[in-house]
């Protein structure tokens, strides 16, 4: 715990920390500590866009699931996954953004052409 009674909510990979009031959405927390999470429903469960990791060890600092969690992400849950905007922090968090795809494509694009230029 920190921050007098508040929950500190990291966010890799950049590693923005921000302390929060427990209870509070991770998309809200993401928010505040200017990471980006993407969301095209407001955070009502409905995009699916905001998803987010988090890691085994630090599973138990959220509030369990909730039911429009257990609904849309089923099986991914098991691995880690969270609805940002529904899951609340019960606890000190370290979660993990995924990489957005087009960026992670464009940065393996760029990693081949740096390849490529090491071979000429
Ligand atoms: S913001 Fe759309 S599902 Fe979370």
Request: hydrophobic share 35%; charged share 30%.
């Amino acid at each position: 715990m920190g921050g007098g009674g508040k929950h500190s909510v990291t966010f890799g990979p950049d590693g923005e920390q921000i302390f929060v009031r427990p209870g509070t959405t991770l998309l809200e927390a993401s928010r505040r500590a200017g990471a980006k999470v993407r969301t095209r429903c407001g955070g009502v469960a409905g995009c699916l866009m905001c998803k987010i990791h988090v890691s085994e060890d630090q599973a138990d600092r959220l509030q369990p699931p909730t039911t429009a969690e257990i609904r849309k992400l089923g099986s991914l849950l098991g691995q880690g996954v969270r609805l940002s905007c529904q899951a609340r922090t019960r606890g000190d968090v370290v979660v993990s953004i995924p990489e957005d795809p087009l960026k992670a494509a464009i940065r393996k694009r760029l990693a081949e052409q740096e390849e490529d230029d090491w071979l000429i």
